[in-house]
């Protein structure tokens, strides 16, 4: 590091020599990049010739190293209890994702898990969860509830996301997934679950402060679309954005139901036909691809990338980590997985985890891209071509990560 002018400290960075991505739109790779922040926000990002002079400011040198936008996990189950690893060798046995939940496994296991802690506790299980993520340049993480499925346990889970954010250097959003799954009480009686709880639970977390957006699994082990509705009718009372886990095991009709809402996005999308694509298309709401869990419970039916490309679909990628069917806590191996399993190219690879992430979430105006006005959320690479960042699998090759201006 070095520093021109004055030594005192000082507010604003000036990272130079490096080769900048910034993934805004029709961006390309700059060799001679400089990236320029004031207050922890960017106030340049360009070719070094075409930046303005900044008296007074920390200078970096990144000796030629890929600079990136920081990455964005906009899938995860962070908090939870216990984990399912018995669960991981009756799948090695041959039993399928429906047969370990009709068992009693799967989502009702962390359910028993989940309800047994205190808030502390969920945040003392999520922080090495959340620091292995952060150890990749993650700039934000989305944290989803769902698996308390009762109104306390619920909003214990969304507390414990919210303190997280108190105790690291990073941008929390939360998801409300109150229909996640069907508590074992109330077995038989779906809509006095969501009469009963889930609006409920909403509008107590809502008041409290703990929702940013609401999301539902659509699926037939867990609610239909009549009944997401009723949930999603509430969310735009209460003025919040939707999202929804949708085709993933079957075609239950869940990502039209999302473009129809508007939504901000609809994950898995395993059973997505070419009507569903031109639905988010309208919509301009996000596919949210998750080859960790494709690859967890050893699934076959890929989502139709070509159609979502016909279509000119935003795509993210994200980890879904979760303690049974995506225990996955890398989001550069989801982007390897995302290659070599879904196809996709390194550049929708990048801007998977960077600008269409955002985008999922809400806060393309915050973060996601290297422009100016935008916080400067930046990641280091020691590396020079972008492709690095999809194509090693197990290395990590950040240098440093950068969260509001401040190295993190």
């Not at 400011?57 to 030629?64: N, S, Y």
Request: proline fraction near 4%; charge should be negative.
């Amino acid at each position: 590091m070095t520093l021109t002018g004055s030594s005192l400290p000082t507010d604003i960075q000036v990272w130079r020599n490096c080769r900048l991505l910034t993934m805004a739109a029709d961006s390309s790779l700059i060799d001679d990049g400089i990236v320029m922040a004031r207050d922890g926000r960017i106030a340049f990002a360009g070719a070094a010739g075409a930046a303005p002079v900044f008296p007074n400011a920390e200078v970096i040198d990144l000796g030629g190293r890929l600079l990136t936008p920081a990455p964005i996990d906009c899938h995860t189950h962070l908090v939870h209890g216990g984990h399912r690893a018995l669960e991981f060798e009756m799948r090695l046995a041959g039993a399928t994702y429906v047969e370990i939940a009709k068992a009693g496994g799967g989502i009702a296991s962390t359910v028993r898990a989940t309800r047994a802690l205190s808030v502390d506790e969920l945040v003392a299980e999520a922080l090495p969860r959340l620091d292995a993520l952060l150890a990749e340049g993650l700039s934000t993480v989305e944290i989803k509830s769902g698996y308390g499925l009762t109104i306390e346990t619920e909003l214990r889970m969304l507390r414990a996301a919210r303190q997280l954010a108190t105790l690291r250097p990073v941008r929390i959003v939360t998801s409300y997934l109150g229909a996640h799954a069907l508590p074992a009480e109330f077995a038989g009686r779906k809509a006095d679950y969501i009469t009963e709880v889930v609006l409920p639970g909403l509008r107590a977390a809502h008041a409290e402060g703990l929702v940013d957006a609401v999301d539902g699994f659509c699926e037939g082990i867990a609610f239909d679309t009549e009944e997401i509705a009723r949930v999603f009718d509430l969310a735009a009372e209460l003025g919040l954005p939707t999202k929804l886990h949708a085709e993933q095991l079957s075609h239950m009709g869940g990502t039209r139901l999302a473009a129809s809402r508007h939504a901000l996005s609809a994950d898995h999308l395993e059973y997505i036909d070419e009507a569903d694509a031109e639905a988010l298309a309208r919509s301009g709401t996000v596919a949210v691809l998750l080859p960790g869990a494709f690859y967890a419970i050893r699934e076959t039916q890929k989502p139709d990338v070509a159609a979502l490309r016909r279509h000119g679909v935003n795509v993210a990628i994200a980890t879904d980590c979760n303690p049974g069917t995506s225990p996955l806590t890398s989001l550069l191996l989801a982007m390897n997985m995302a290659a070599t399993l879904f196809g996709l190219t390194v550049d929708e690879c990048l801007a998977g985890v960077t600008a269409n992430a955002a985008r999922a979430l809400g806060i393309l105006d915050e973060t996601g891209t290297i422009e100016a006005g935008k916080s400067a959320d930046l990641a280091v690479w020691n590396c020079t071509a972008p492709a690095e960042l999809a194509y090693r699998i197990g290395f990590n090759p950040l240098h440093s990560r950068i969260f509001k201006g401040q190295q993190a």
